[in-house]
Every structure is written in structure tokens, then in C-alpha cells.
């Protein structure tokens, strides 16, 4: 007897149809004679629809509220799914939050797990019950409910896998594994039957919706392996795991795009020590997450720095920054850009090769995109680029790494 | 200072303009140094709406999985007038069952509440907050979530009144307060400056949806005064409070019709001691509320025994009278039809007069409208008919006992 964790996205579960799908899938691991915990998002779009809801109402909600209300969305389809599981005469029942015992710290829509005391999930195992955890949510220290930010459910997942020791985790999604690029952009991109945590980790924080680089983080720290699959066929997808030596014969494992980024501009930072320390850390306290970051300093003694955002965190950055401006009582000016985009490629292969930089600047200058902003890191290249260049861009590092 | 407890039926929150308007309300107590409470329902149809798509899933959903999908709801609604509030630039907070502290028994779907142990609400009034409660909903001993019942808010607000003994307790609906008559089906219906417990009781329990009976026992047995009123218009409303003599002026005081009404006839029950308990104690088992039963013996040594039950136990009840019968190997034939309804005449007065049911039997007889049973209690009289008699009987009804 196994124990199996699955997780299954917004998109499985969009409609009755898919739920009863998702259910008869679970059932036959059920039957098989395995331990079910199943992981289960919002149906759909409901998540989007009640931040809308939201800001017809408060265009600023405070986080804890909207907390307490996107949170429903994984409750009713937790429900829903124990429901139609129990239509095919399965025992099982939904969990929320405080009933699985995930604690979290305080900071609302983007909380972090903390631990979890999964008292309530082995006493329904071994009543021999299917669980099924509201994913995406946590309880705080003041027994508030919190959310863990988009994707967030993948978290849950492999926390909980981690937390019982499961023999399996399983990510069901619509696409089925992780590809070189994205399958809608990139027409020859090719599923990977194995992937390391890094280079997923790298892909997911870069843009590929696959998964939460959250997660990732996570079942790297605590070597849970995961499998990506699909939920609409029985297709084998892409194992997630610790790296091993041959993965290293690719050069580049793929290619991902992040269009949802926006670009700040600090002109004339005053050039002394701990100017940069105060700005970057002024952004943490907000919880803003910073990439990207390029400094130039110039001859008249003050630096120019530029990083990215997420659009959605624009805002709130630079309300930030007029804020440290003010405490600092500097002089500098602030630009910004939300026409950004950020395309990279990936690969462990990077570590032992040369070049990859310049055949990535190549492909990019062929094409005549320019190339605003440059980070690396060991084994990935981002390059910020024009919006509206992303999808030429991807197509063209696919072929440039051979990808195809 | 007082304190004041509210409670916000779904038409009232029925959308974001309706959101924003009760939130200017609540503010505008608020900032005259009230401290306010404010319990809300599910914005408009969202009940009915997770019941639909239940059923579309499981026809038959344990109860257990119907409470932790529909008590959603209320969390939306709480969370979205938080941040109405919010809006305002006041300080608020929406807190669901278990911040609340409302304890109910085991009895998924139509729970009690047992106790209230409301120390985080305290905190939060101290802090200067308004405090938003999603009601209907409470956490059982088994730390599920379980729902009130249909209206079940209104038992939220008067209990929440009691616990944290609240100067006032308003009601708001979208009506102005108690009528003598569905003012829909009587055009001349008038409305109740003030009414008793009893009454009140009684034409809740009747079919009058202005409030939940259990609120109003609730609010007999501890005292607490009802201000049943409109969110749209500042019109005073009805007060719903103990009897005062100057009340039985009013032969009755109002005429109340329930459509939602089944009728089931066990023919040829054995005329031997403890049958009728047997049947009726196995239907309380489940949880299915009786209402007005009928007895009459035959010559032949059996008896025939009618009920009504709410349309939607029907099913259940014959189930368990199926059960019942099989146990006790009876050869009893049980018959059913949904297509009853029951009107009612409510008055204190009716203790001191005499007359009123032979008033009430003759208004109907003048309109041929058959009656299939009746009931009486101290303050009112029922009688069983055809549904599609309904409004005609209420206004024949309102007319003879002069409510107009």
C-alpha cells in the first residue's frame, strides 16, 4: 500500500464534467489499494473572478480580507470534488486549512509554510477515507486564514507530501509535463521525461506556469520527487527530482518567458555605501519580490539601478520607493515601464560549457530585438526585452539551442 | 456607547452597489460611537446557486460536504463587506465560524448552536474594529463546519446579540418590517409597528420569511428585542418583542401562507400503543421536522395518520417510513403528495375570543376552497389545501378578520 499525494490545477477541475473525471482518477488509485490525499485548486477562473469581485468593492482590499475571501475558491472545489468522489461510492472527505493543520507565518497573500500537524489527515486514512486539502491556504499565528500566492496549491501539494512521507506526489495539469518551451509558442517544443530541481526552479521562477518555484524550493529541500502529468490523458509526464550526471549532455534544457514584468529606473542614487541595502530592503519589508537588478555608476558620482517587478507589484513599489526617498531626503528621479518582458534559457549544461551567452545575444540581435537588461546565474541567461518581442524571442533560442 | 448587532439578509448584499450602500449604513452608526457587529448573509442567490451545482455533481451529497460548500457563502460575503467598509476609511474585519467562536452541535445542515465563546470578537471591537461575522455557519465538536439551516443568519445575529449583550439587534431585510399579510399576494397588507415573540413565532414558523423561527425562539428565551427593517429606506421597521396587553386589541394579526408543504397519509398504521412514536421518533432520528399531524381511527382496529414535511424532506420521510415499516413488519400504505399548502391565521388576541376558527373555516368555505387537515395551537389556526389556492385563500383571509 502506497501513499499517494496528487494535485490537481484550476483547469482539471473547471467543470462538473472534469470534477467526476478527476474523481473516477482518484477512485481507481483508491481501488488499487492505495492512501489518497488529493491536493485540489480553485474550479476555473474563480480566483480571478473574486479579486474582481474584490475591486468592484475596494480597488485596495486589505490582504488579510482578500485572504479570507480567494481562500473560498479551494473550499468549494475541495468540497465539490469529496462529493462526487463519494457519488462513486468512495468514503472521503474535504479538509480546509486549520483542519489539515498548515501553519503559516502572518504575511497574507503570500504566506509561507511554516509546519504542519497532520493529525486530522491520518485519522481520516485510516478510517479509509479519501482526503481532499483545500490547497493554496494556511492558518496564521492569529488563527487567521492565509494564502500561499498563485500557484500556491503546488506548495500545498508537496508540503504535505513531504509532511506524511508519501510514496508519490503527482501534479496534474492541463499541459502534459515540462517542455523546452511553451507548446502555444513554440510549435517543435518537446516534453522532457526528467527535469532537476534547478533547472525547474530556474523555469518556474522564469515564467513557465507549470509550477510554483515555491514548491519546486520546497521538494528540493526536502528531496520529495515530484511527477508532472496531465489530468486528461495517461500519458507518462516529467519526473522532478535531484540532479543526475547524463542530464548534462544537454547544453540547454529550455527555453521560458515571463510577460508579466515592469521595469524601475532609479536615476542619480547617491554613490555611498548602504543607498542600494535601504532600497532593496525597503522592497522586502513590503513584500515586493525584486529580480533582475543592473547598476551603472557614472562619473558624477551617482548611480543609476534598474530591476523588475511583477506588474502587479508596481504600484506598491513605487509608492515604496517615494516613501525611502522621502525619509532620505534624496534627489533622485524614478522611471518606470510596464511594457517589459524577460526571456531565458536554462540549462545544468551551462555549468560545464562556454558560449551560451553569446550564441543567446546572437539569436536575440539576428532577430533585431534589443536586449534591455541582462542576469545570470549558474546554470540560467535572462534577458529583459520589449513585450510584444516575446514570442519572436522564444522561438528563435528554441531553434538557436536546438531544442527541437 | 452602544453596542449593536446587525444582520444583513442576501438581497441586501446582493451585488457591489448593495455592498457599498449597507457598509455606508454600518459606517454611518459607527461614527455616532456605536460599537458595531454585523452579521451577513450569502450575496443574494449563492446558496441556491452551490446547491445547483452540488447536485449536478452528487444528487445525494453528504450533508457534511453541502455545509463546508455552501458555509462559503457567507465567508464572501463577510470578506467583501469588510472591504466596503475599508473603503470608507474604517477599520474593520470579517471573521468566520471558528474566529467566532460559535460552537454547534453534530447536525450537518441544521445545526444548533450550543455555546459562544466570542473572545475574539471582544478583541477586535476593543481594537476599535467593526466586526463583520459570516453567518449561518458554526464548528461542530468535531471541528467541521456546519450550517444553520435555511435563514440561518438571523439565529447567528440573535445569539451573537445575547452572548456579547448587545443594546439592540436589528434585522435588516428588504421588506419594512412584519406585514399582516404577504404584501405580494394582499395589496392592502399593512404593516406591524410591533409584534410578540409568540406571533412572530408563529408566523415564522408558518411560511412569513421575514425571519427564521429559531431566532425568534432564540430571541424569546433570552429577551432580546428584534428591529426587523429595510436596508433600502431608514423607515422604522416592526419590533419584535414580549407581549404587552394593549397586543390583544387585534383579534389576529396577521394571515401567513407556506407553499412549501408536503403531505404524507400512512394508511391502516396498527391501532396498538407506540406506533405513532415509532414512526414519528424515527423521522426526528433523521431530522426531518413534522409538521401538523392528524390522526383519525377507523371501526376496523387501524388508524390513518397524515403529516405534512417540508417539500424538500419528502423524499427522505418516505425513505424512513419505508424502513420503519420493514422493521416492524407492518402492511401499512403509505401515500404522498407535494402539492399541499397551509395558510394561517397569528393572534394573541385568539386566547381571549372565541369564534375565530368558525370565521376562518367560513372565509374559506366562501371561496370553495376545500380544507384537507387542521391544526390549532393557543394563538393560531392552519389549515391544509390545494397549493394553487394559496393567494386566493390569504386574501380571503386578510379580508375577514378585517387586517386591511
Given at each position: 500500500m502506497s501513499l499517494i499525494v496528487q494535485k490537481y490545477g484550476g483547469s482539471s477541475v473547471a467543470n462538473p464534467e472534469r470534477i467526476k473525471n478527476v474523481a473516477s482518477r482518484i477512485v481507481g488509485s483508491y481501488k488499487e489499494g492505495n492512501q489518497m490525499v488529493v491536493v485540489v485548486s480553485a474550479l476555473g477562473d474563480t480566483t480571478d473572478e473574486l479579486i474582481d469581485l474584490a475591486h468592484k468593492i475596494n480597488p485596495h482590499p486589505e490582504e488579510r480580507e482578500m485572504d479570507m475571501l480567494i481562500s473560498t475558491g479551494e473550499q468549494m472545489s475541495s468540497a465539490l470534488l469529496a462529493m462526487a468522489i463519494q457519488s462513486l461510492s468512495c468514503p472521503a472527505i474535504s479538509l480546509i486549512a486549520q483542519q489539515v493543520g498548515i501553519r503559516t507565518d502572518n504575511?497574507?497573500?503570500?504566506a509561507k509554510i511554516v509546519k504542519i500537524e497532520p493529525a486530522r489527515i491520518l485519522k481520516e486514512l485510516s478510517a479509509g477515507k479519501i482526503v481532499i486539502v483545500a490547497g493554496f491556504q494556511g492558518m496564521t499565528t492569529e488563527e487567521d486564514i492565509a494564502t500561499l500566492g498563485r500557484g500556491g496549491s503546488d506548495t500545498t501539494a508537496v508540503a504535505l507530501a513531504y509532511a506524511l512521507s508519501a510514496d508519490l506526489c503527482e501534479i496534474y495539469t492541463d499541459v502534459e509535463g515540462v517542455y523546452t518551451a511553451d507548446p502555444r509558442i513554440v510549435e517543435k517544443a518537446r516534453k522532457l521525461s526528467e527535469i532537476s530541481y534547478d533547472e525547474m526552479l530556474e523555469l518556474a521562477a522564469l515564467g513557465a506556469k507549470v509550477l510554483q518555484s515555491r514548491s519546486v524550493e520546497f521538494a528540493k529541500r526536502y528531496g520529495v520527487r515530484l511527477h508532472v502529468r496531465s489530468s486528461l490523458t495517461k500519458e507518462e509526464g516529467t519526473i522532478v527530482k535531484e540532479e543526475v550526471?547524463?542530464?548534462?549532455?544537454?547544453?540547454?534544457?529550455g527555453v521560458a518567458a515571463d510577460t508579466d514584468q515592469a521595469k524601475v529606473t532609479i536615476v542619480?542614487?547617491?554613490?555611498?555605501?548602504g543607498m542600494a541595502a535601504k532600497v532593496f530592503s525597503g522592497l522586502a519589508k513590503e513584500h515586493i519580490n525584486v529580480d533582475t537588478i543592473v547598476q551603472s555608476s557614472s562619473l558624477k558620482g551617482t548611480n543609476d539601478i534598474s530591476f523588475t517587478v511583477a506588474k502587479s507589484d508596481l504600484k506598491k513599489a513605487l509608492k515604496t520607493l517615494k516613501k525611502i526617498s522621502d525619509e532620505q531626503l534624496t534627489a533622485w528621479g524614478v522611471t518606470s515601464d510596464d511594457e517589459a518582458a524577460k526571456v531565458s534559457v536554462v540549462g545544468v549544461g551551462m555549468r560545464s560549457y562556454s558560449g551560451v551567452a553569446a550564441k543567446m545575444f546572437n539569436a536575440l540581435a539576428d532577430k533585431n530585438i534589443n536586449i534591455e537588461m541582462i542576469s545570470t546565474s549558474e546554470i540560467k541567461i535572462s534577458c529583459v526585452i520589449r513585450r510584444e518581442k516575446t514570442e519572436e524571442a522564444v522561438r528563435a533560442l528554441h531553434k538557436a539551442f536546438e531544442l527541437e
Open positions: 504575511v497574507h497573500t503570500k550526471p547524463k542530464m548534462e549532455d544537454l547544453l540547454v534544457t542619480d542614487i547617491p554613490d555611498q555605501p
